[in-house]
């Protein structure tokens, strides 16, 4: 249990800093890295509250698609941190008061006797989580979980609809055309007259 | 094993409307120029496929699927079948208009295929979660649909206002079945009704959650005061794709509202009762004022679609099986009647210009007579005027108020039906009595004209047998 709590705290201590950092450092490539780091820590200590799989999505989804892409866009803008710092002294006051009351309604409603749990018991070591979503997922919600993947095709589908279409000015090869060429098309053989 | 068998069987509809549209958007892929026409009539072939299955299981014994989250009602049958057949009148219909502009692509069948699985989805929906799914995936084709003319500036302003608007919606929705979950502990509607019927319904988390849902429900519809979108889309989309969003989307708002409102909360009748008369007063109200000022037709008829909508309401919120079987076939009468207005619009749209200014019907009559008869007879259906079936759809909603003692509602609709009948018949007046200033060629299609001149007939036959229709709306519904 020790170990358990030193490891949380470990834990809670680099997300909370790296929170921090992401929002103080001055090259928003930073602060992207910083913002990794902050999903990555909060995966490990979801893995310590035994749902593996939530801690592996928010690691493959976030971390390695939606950051990366965070990352390309980030690198590409040309960002003015300047001018977007202008107004922090300014907004202080607005922006703690906002956030004591959102502390203020957490602790509230946490305390409220909805939030009153036992404490869940641990699962044995060989109790998989994944596993377990999978077969609900799989079994009792296999409609609706096959209505959520055709509305994502219909999404992709849509995209494509309404972004792809034929460039006019964009150069592209015909090979039809490349290897029916003629030697006539090409060379043009002009007689002159010697000098 | 055998239990995964019986609801295989018992969905089989959508499984094969999503296997036969998945293949259509491959082979369209790979087909070149053929895959236009190719799409078209294979969504055909898919929508007949899916008809002929929604029959066959309609003859299963067995209710539920999947846990109870499918159910298969005569309800959810009727609203399929019908949904299959608008469709396909749709497809007929939109092709010409879609040809002549070169926007022919597949993506329209495909989509539109798409949205009807929604709807599928939706009339076999007896948990929230699918009523929600359903209704995103007809939602999501929708908006896409809208901006199908993708260089057209008025299209994108409708779609992303569609867009914003539906969403807004969705959260409406969302949020009250959140509350609701949060009460009952379910999201089962049978559940939810059992849960209610023992526990009481004294409670004004219950209200709130509630009248959240009827938001969303009326956003979905287009009932005043959640229309704002309703006009602008059904101008700012092209002729072909208002046709589409004034017909099948219909059917799947009565299916949800009655999933949702009969199904799932019966029990809180009185309160959703008081909620639905203000959304039907405002709607009957200014929809019929407000489409008298249009000057454009496919928004003066988006204003007598929220009006339509208003009598819709009206059959629902008496409450009874036979108010629901009033307003089930004034739904079917309606999205009949739209289909028919608006595939002679789009039929008769130029090359590069729409037919949408009203005067742009002078002298319709004198050039093509046959097809200004059509219009004539479903603007009087639209009107309520005797000898076409929309009479008769008026008559069994206000049947159903006065049976229920809500004379006063009925009064008023009356009177609004009055109001409305003038832009109607101005319609009529333009085509007959004035001058054409330019003549508007229909566009070639045997299949489409012979489509829409039964599509016209079928507003008087049913005047002369109305009660098939209507036995069969209160079987389903009893």
New interface residues.
């Given amino acids: 249990m020790l170990i358990q709590t030193a490891v949380f705290y470990f834990f809670a201590g680099i997300l909370v800093l790296s929170a921090l950092a992401m929002i103080t450092v001055r090259n928003p490539v930073h602060a992207v890295l910083f913002l990794v780091l902050a999903f990555f820590t909060s995966a490990a200590i979801w893995l310590l509250l035994e749902a593996e799989f939530l801690g592996i999505t928010l690691v493959l989804v976030y971390v390695g698609a939606v950051m990366v892409l965070f990352l390309f866009v980030v690198m590409m803008l040309d960002i003015n941190l300047a001018k977007m710092r202008a107004g922090f002294a300014r907004h202080l006051p607005v922006g703690l008061v906002v956030g004591a009351v959102m502390a203020a309604e957490m602790i509230v409603i946490l305390n409220t006797p909805a939030f009153d749990l036992a404490r869940p018991r641990l699962k044995a070591a060989d109790y998989s989580n994944t596993r377990e979503l999978g077969e609900l997922l799989f079994t ?5 979980f096959e ?2 993947g ?2 994502l ?3 992709i ?2 995209a494509i ?2 972004t792809l ?1 034929k460039r006019v000015r964009t150069r592209s090869q015909s090979p039809a055309r490349q290897v029916n060429v003629d030697r006539k098309d090409r060379v043009r053989l002009v007689s002159m007259d010697s000098e | 094993m055998d239990s995964l068998n019986s609801d295989v069987l018992l969905a089989l509809p959508e499984i094969a409307l999503l296997a036969a549209t998945s293949a259509v958007l491959l082979i369209s892929l790979y087909a070149g120029r053929a895959s236009e026409a190719l799409a078209y009539w294979l969504s055909l072939a898919a929508l007949a496929i899916t008809a002929v299955l929604v029959d066959f299981t309609s003859m299963q014994p067995e209710l539920f699927a999947f846990g109870e989250m499918y159910i298969n009602d005569p309800l959810a049958v009727a609203i399929k079948l019908f949904a299959c057949l608008t469709v396909a009148t749709v497809f007929i219909y939109a092709r010409p208009y879609l040809r002549q502009r070169e926007h022919a692509r597949a993506e329209f069948y495909i989509l539109g295929l798409f949205a009807t699985l929604g709807t599928l989805v939706m009339a076999s929906a007896h948990n929230f979660v699918l009523v929600y799914l359903g209704l995103e995936l007809l939602s999501l084709c929708l908006y896409a649909l809208v901006v199908f003319e993708r260089d057209s500036s008025d299209a994108s302003e409708a779609a992303i206002k569609y867009f914003v608007l539906g969403a807004i919606a969705s959260g409406m929705l969302l949020y009250g079945m959140s509350i609701l979950y949060g009460l009952t502990g379910s999201l089962d509607l049978a559940e939810i009704h059992a849960y209610l019927g023992n526990r009481g319904t004294d409670s004004v988390a219950l209200v709130f959650a509630l009248a959240f849902i009827v938001v969303g429900l009326a956003f979905k519809f287009g009932a005043v005061p959640f229309h704002m979108w309703m006009p602008d889309v059904y101008q700012g989309a092209p002729t072909a794709i208002t046709l589409f969003i004034a017909t099948m989307p219909k059917l799947a708002a009565f299916v949800m509202a009655i999933r949702l409102l009969s199904n799932g909360l019966q029990e809180l009748l009185t309160d959703w009762q008081q909620m639905l008369i203000i959304l039907t007063v405002l709607s009957v109200v200014f929809g019929n004022v407000i489409a008298i000022a249009q000057s454009n037709i496919k928004r003066m008829l988006a204003y007598s679609a929220i009006s339509h909508i208003g009598f819709i309401l009206l059959g629902i919120l008496s409450g009874s099986a036979f108010g629901y079987a009033a307003a089930l076939f004034y739904t079917v009468i309606y999205v009949l009647m739209a289909a028919g207005t608006f595939g002679v619009l789009s039929l008769l749209a130029q090359p590069g210009r729409d037919l949408d200014r009203l005067v742009d019907l002078k002298g319709l009559g004198s050039y093509n007579p046959w097809f200004a008869l059509i219009m004539l007879l479903l603007m009087f259906s639209m009107a309520g005027v005797p000898l076409t079936v929309g009479f008769y759809a008026k008559l069994y909603i206000l049947q159903s108020l006065i049976h229920d003692g809500m004379l006063w509602l009925a009064i008023l609709a009356i009177l609004m039906s009055v109001v409305g009948a003038f832009y109607y018949l101005r319609v009529v007046k333009y085509m007959y009595f004035d001058d054409a200033d330019e003549q508007f060629r229909l566009q070639r299609s045997p299949l489409a004209h012979t489509v829409l001149s039964v599509n016209g007939l079928l507003v008087v036959a049913l005047f002369i047998f109305p009660n098939a229709l209507l036995n069969y709306c209160m079987q389903v519904l009893n």
């Fill in positions: 009792e919600y296999v409609y609706p209505i959520a055709v509305i095709l219909v999404a589908v849509a609809t309404l279409r």
